[in-house]
Nanobody, 119 residues
């Protein structure tokens, strides 16, 4: 079983920054897994924010390109999401997830962590 423990959420003013972390433990060969951050705003569907492949290649939603950076530390089994120039529309519950390959399913969704950006 895999556990993903998120940290770093909270309340920030527009234009501010936050750094999210997601530490993996359990039955996971972390360095071989893709990692991703999703978010879900009230009344909206869950959407991909950023993902990073096992090889370290990132991809981003258009809405966060140039503002968010995803990175991973395989030795620490942790993925990070650095969020800068935050906007009120970034307010959402953020979720970390993992899968073995593009053909695999993401793990069942956890509770996520609230990020609120005040205007």
């Amino acid at each position: 079983q895999v556990q993903l423990v998120e940290s770093g959420g909270g309340l920030v003013q527009a234009g501010g920054s936050l750094r999210r972390s997601c530490a993996a433990s359990g039955s996971i060969f972390f360095s071989s897994n893709a990692m991703a951050w999703y978010r879900q705003a009230p009344g909206k569907q869950r959407e991909l924010v950023a993902a990073i492949s096992s090889g370290g290649s990132p991809n981003y939603a258009d809405s966060v390109k140039g503002r968010f950076t995803i990175s991973r530390d395989n030795a620490k089994r942790t993925v990070y999401l650095q969020m800068k120039s935050l906007k009120p529309e970034d307010t959402a519950v953020y979720y970390c997830n993992t899968r073995m390959s593009s053909g695999s399913s993401w793990l069942p969704w956890g509770q996520g962590t609230q990020v609120t950006v005040s205007s």
